[in-house]
T-cell receptor
Framework: AQSVAQPEDQVNVAEGNPLTVKCTYSVSGNPYLFWYVQYPNRGLQFLLKYITGDNLVKGSYGFEAEFNKSQTSFHLKKPSALVSDSALYFCAVRFTGTASKLTFGTGTRLQVTL | NAGVMQNPRHLVRRRGQEARLRCSPMKGHSHVYWYRQLPEEGLKFMVYLQKENIIDESGMPKERFSAEFPKEGPSILRIQQVVRGDSAAYFC????????????FGPGTRLTVL
């Protein structure tokens, strides 16, 4: 079955340290991969996507993600975290043959502290 | 260019009443998606529409829920005879096409069923 997983409910990191939010997927074919961020009582904001090409994708607010086909992962990273990065992060996958709908992970809450 | 608009932002209904949620996509976008987010969960796909057509409704409950995207006007998600389990945040997203583009999300409608 096609699925997407975010294995960590919460990630804690000190401001200035690098952060990683993990995402793995299970699928056949070549999926499209996305990261979104959600602030309290707000909609989702697009951060970045991988469709094809370079495995390292750069997005908004200094975030980047690395597509790893052999490990079926698409981890979100940032070299230096900010307190304002604290939010809920969702990985989403568009599986081939699913007419554009996105399948979301359960979300990872990022807490950045001083 | 205004983003995706949703109204109302908050909607309170008593059990058995009808709920109508509206979504105006971004200008130039002809693809609309509805997702539901239950408390502390990720987003679940409900339905994908283009103007006057339902493309994929695989996530819609079989009863009481319907969606439309008419030639003129906003997309409507209609829930008849609401029950407490319908309480959730309903998000609309739009994209210019269905192929590889990220979806842009509205702020959501938070439905509370008393």
């Amino acid at each position: 079955a096609q699925s997407v997983a975010q294995p960590e409910d919460q990630v804690n990191v000190a401001e200035g340290n690098p952060l990683t939010v993990k995402c793995t997927y299970s699928v056949s074919g070549n999926p499209y991969l996305f990261w979104y961020v959600q602030y309290p009582n707000r909609g989702l904001q697009f951060l970045l996507k991988y469709i094809t090409g370079d495995n390292l994708v750069k997005g908004s607010y200094g975030f980047e993600a690395e597509f790893n086909k052999s490990q079926t992962s698409f981890h979100l990273k940032k070299p230096s975290a900010l307190v304002s990065d604290s939010a809920l992060y969702f990985c989403a996958v568009r599986f081939t043959g699913t007419a554009s709908k996105l399948t979301f992970g359960t979300g990872t809450r990022l807490q950045v502290t001083l | 260019n205004a983003g995706v608009m949703q109204n109302p932002r908050h909607l309170v209904r008593r059990r058995g009443q009808e709920a109508r949620l509206r979504c105006s996509p971004m200008k130039g976008h002809s693809h609309v998606y509805w997702y539901r987010q239950l408390p502390e969960e990720g987003l679940k796909f409900m339905v994908y529409l283009q103007k006057e057509n339902i493309i994929d409704e695989s996530g819609m409950p079989k009863e009481r829920f319907s969606a439309e995207f008419p030639k003129e006007g906003p997309s409507i998600l209609r829930i008849q005879q609401v029950v407490r389990g319908d309480s959730a945040a309903y998000f609309c997203a739009s994209s210019p096409t269905g192929q590889g583009y990220e979806q842009f999300f509205g702020p959501g409608t938070r439905l509370t069923v008393l």
